[in-house]
Structures are given as structure tokens and as C-alpha cells.
């Protein structure tokens, strides 16, 4: 079955740049009925949508991050990825990638990755 | 910015019936979504498009929507349901999506 995999540094230092990958298996990230997402969530907080990106690109940001977010994807490599600029201590967080199953004018989250711990410190 | 309200927390006793409300402007215009979570997992769609279960969901599980609020209710409470749950929707134009802050389901 379809399976989502997030990889990248688990510690970044502030000012610098958060880079993770989600590598799909199990299908492909090019389906027309899907969407794919980063969400994150700080310790003992709530979930928060960064942003999704469809597989022809077109992309959506949370407004609140959509000047430090790119959230690209690689067809070839079934993969999609995340870099979020100018980092600081709020945005240490577990970050998801999930699936975005598509609804009417947007989109839920199905398949989840098991969350990738990122440490933003120096 | 758009926001969803939960309240923080509910409690049940087993076998009773726990329901956890979001509210939201854009809620008559846009679907809800409810998840669960327990402790260092990653969250679980139990209801999409306001009522739809998904497959292995079990039944107990239901939604429901009317105007501005939409309602996860879940019958037959058990020990395994207790965690927190977090709705999810879209603005009124369905680009801004955006979680409600959770609820802590105990089961008491």
C-alpha cells in the first residue's frame, strides 16, 4: 500500500534553512486525484498546514509561512519536497507529509508519513 | 486569518456518548475533516467530506454538520478512543487550509 517517508537533518541552526524530502512508495505522486501536503507540530501543540503541491506543481501556502515556504516536487523520483527559510526556534517541530485525498474545492489528508523530529538550534 | 474553534477538552465515561464540536465561518461552504491522534503517532482521518467514514473506520465514528458547526460524535465510547482529535477545513475559497486547535477526548 501506498507509503510516505520524510527525510532530512533533524537540527538546523536559526537564520538557516529547513529541508526535507518525502519519498512516496507504493504509488505515484503523479495521480490526478491527489494533492501532497506538509503539516507540522510543535511539541505539546496542534497540527499546522504548511502548504500543498499538486503534481504538476501548482502549489499552496499557509499565508502565515508563504514568504519563508517552497514546497516543489520531483515526478522522476516520486518524491516531494520542503524548504522553509530564515528559520528560528518556533519552527521546531514534528513535520508530516501526508497525502491529500481531493474534496470538492480542497483537500483532506489520508496517508500520513510517521513525522520527521526537526530541531531548529545552534 | 480563518480559524476553526474546538473546545480544549471533553470527557466520557465508557460506553457513553462523546461529541466534539468545530466551528467555523466558512463551515456551510467547505467540507470538514476529523482526525485522531494518540501519543507520538502520526493523526488518523476518521471522517471526511463532514460525514463520510473512511474505510476501517469503525462505526461508532460519525459526523455531522449544521451551519456554521460541524460534529464528530463518537458512540459507544471506548478505552482506545481516547485522544485528541483535530477538525480540518478550508476558507471560503479552498486554498487556506486550516486545522482546528484539537480536543482532548478522556475516557474516564
Do not use: F, H, L
Given at each position: 500500500q501506498l507509503q510516505l517517508q520524510e527525510s532530512g537533518p533533524g537540527l538546523v541552526k536559526p537564520s538557516e534553512t529547513l529541508s526535507l524530502t518525502c519519498t512516496v512508495s507504493g504509488?505515484?505522486?503523479?495521480?490526478?486525484s491527489y494533492y501532497w501536503g506538509w503539516i507540522r507540530q510543535p511539541p505539546g501543540k496542534g497540527l499546522e498546514w504548511i502548504g500543498s503541491i499538486y503534481y504538476s506543481g501548482s502549489t499552496y501556502y499557509n499565508p502565515s509561512l508563504k514568504s519563508r515556504v517552497t514546497i516543489s516536487v520531483d515526478t522522476s523520483k516520486n518524491q516531494f519536497s520542503l524548504k522553509l527559510s530564515s528559520?528560528?526556534?518556533?519552527?521546531t517541530a514534528v513535520y508530516y507529509c501526508a497525502r491529500g485525498l481531493m474534496a470538492g474545492t480542497t483537500h483532506a489528508f489520508d496517508i500520513w508519513g510517521q513525522g520527521t523530529m526537526v530541531t531548529v538550534s545552534s | 486569518s480563518y480559524e476553526l474553534t474546538q473546545p480544549p477538552s471533553v470527557s466520557v465515561s465508557p460506553g457513553q456518548t462523546a461529541r466534539i464540536t468545530c466551528s467555523g465561518d466558512a463551515l456551510p461552504k467547505q467540507y470538514a475533516y476529523w482526525y485522531q491522534q494518540k501519543p507520538g503517532q502520526a493523526p488518523v482521518l476518521v471522517?471526511?467530506?463532514?460525514?463520510e467514514r473512511p474505510s476501517?473506520?469503525?462505526?461508532?465514528f460519525s459526523g455531522s454538520s449544521s451551519g456554521t458547526t460541524v460534529t464528530l460524535t463518537i458512540s459507544?465510547?471506548?478505552?482506545?478512543?481516547e485522544a485528541d482529535y483535530y477538525c480540518q477545513s478550508a476558507d471560503s475559497s479552498g486554498t487556506f487550509l486550516v486545522f482546528g486547535g484539537g480536543t482532548k477526548l478522556t475516557v474516564l
Open positions: 504509488g505515484s505522486i503523479s495521480s490526478s528559520v528560528t526556534a518556533a519552527d | 471522517i471526511y467530506k463532514d460525514s476501517g473506520i469503525p462505526e461508532r459507544g465510547v471506548q478505552a482506545e478512543d
